[in-house]
């Protein structure tokens, strides 16, 4: 079965520099990869989409990257904010005809000042 | 343009009872998946309705059954409650062409005791 991975240990940085999350995942690659960000006791917020003849996607502060190779997306928030400060969950479709996506178990980002 | 939307918040039930969980989906949605979140753990998938049928399902008893409404509003049963059962359950809305994001309600928390 597919398996994803995260950094189940939390990510401490200091605001305003780059943090850097990854997701690994097992076996053959997605339709398209997912990531989104989870507050405590809320439902999880989309980030970004990027599918699998993308290289990467951007919007704002907030950069994907999905190589098929290494079997691993990156996500990437520059110039931090504590306010960023969250959850950041990678879900991973294989099915092309439904949205069913399997998530990690997440990363817990810490931004302090 | 309201969000995904559900009911009720916050729910304590006696193991062997059963529960209905509703989802009223984002406006123009008509797709809905359903998941499952225990504590520190990534969503996990139960299934999804689109046109009145479940389309898809995850590794889950039959015990969880659902519906979906012509409006396109959806309920979760989950039936002989176990105290496993005890999580954060997420109720997501998207399109039916797939590939897109999904958008996620705040959730129900069951606490099963």
């Known amino acids: 079965s597919q398996k994803i991975e995260q950094n189940s240990e939390a990510l401490n940085i200091q605001e305003g520099k780059t943090a850097t999350l990854t997701c690994n995942y097992t076996?053959?690659?997605?339709?398209?990869l997912q990531w989104y960000r989870q507050d405590p006791g809320r439902g999880p917020v989309f980030l970004l989409l990027?599918?699998?003849?993308?290289k990467e996607k951007r919007k704002e502060r907030l950069k994907v990257t999905f190589d098929t190779t290494l079997k691993q997306s990156l996500f990437h928030i520059t110039a931090s904010q504590p306010a960023d400060s969250a959850t950041y969950l990678c879900?991973?479709?294989?099915?092309?005809?439904?949205?069913?996506?399997?998530f990690g178990t997440g990363t817990r980002l810490q931004v302090f000042p | 343009d309201a969000g995904v939307t559900q009911s009720p918040t916050h729910l304590i039930k006696t193991r062997g009872q059963q529960v209905t969980l509703r989802c009223s989906p984002k406006?123009?949605?008509?797709?809905v998946s359903w998941y499952q979140q225990a504590l520190g753990q990534g969503p996990q998938f139960i299934f999804q309705?689109?046109?009145?049928?479940?389309?898809q399902r995850g590794n889950f008893p039959d015990r969880f059954s659902g519906h979906q409404f012509p409006n396109y509003s959806s309920e979760l049963n989950v039936n002989a409650l176990l105290l496993g059962d005890s999580a954060l359950y997420l109720c997501?809305?998207?399109?039916?062409?797939?590939?897109?994001?999904?958008?996620f309600g705040p959730g129900t928390r069951l606490t099963v005791t």
């Open positions: 997501a809305s998207s399109f039916a062409s797939g590939r897109n994001e999904q958008y």
């Open positions: 076996n053959y690659s997605p339709a398209y």
């Open positions: 990027i599918r699998e003849n993308e």
């Open positions: 879900a991973l479709e294989w099915d092309y005809n439904t949205d069913k996506l399997i």
């Open positions: 406006s123009g949605h008509d797709t």
């Open positions: 309705y689109y046109e009145e049928e479940e389309r």
